[in-house]
């Protein structure tokens, strides 16, 4: 089965770090384009972070100089580092690769 599955996440006060890991099972997270994406309660899926073949890496601009995004290739695995994190950061982080794959998300919840 193909999928991607992300964990890490969780309750953390703000100033606080998280790590998510979004593991490739029956697919390769280094052949494509692979990113981190959030949505909030109320709000639209917006673009956090990506990461291309060549380990290039662009961030939103919300997260600039907090999150780090990063790739194991041994481990099929690509992370997301936050640091900082600020109540405003509250939502769940879904990992995707290009050409549609999406995990299941998981919830970061920063408390003030």
């Known amino acids: 089965q193909v999928q991607l599955v992300e964990s890490g996440g969780g309750l953390v006060q703000a100033g606080g770090s998280l790590k998510l890991s979004c593991t490739g099972f029956?697919?390769?997270?280094?052949?494509?384009?692979m990113g981190w994406s959030r949505q909030a309660p109320g709000k639209q899926r917006e673009l956090v972070a990506t990461i291309t073949t060549s380990d290039g890496t662009n961030y939103a601009e919300f997260v600039k100089g907090r999150f780090a995004i990063s790739r194991n290739n041994a481990k099929n695995t690509v992370y997301l580092q936050m640091n900082s994190l600020q109540p405003e950061d509250t939502a769940v982080y879904y990992c995707?690769?290009?050409?549609?794959?999406w995990g299941q998300g998981t919830q970061v919840t920063v408390s003030a």
């Open positions: 995707w690769r290009t050409a549609g794959y």
């Open positions: 029956g697919i390769d997270v280094r052949s494509r384009t």
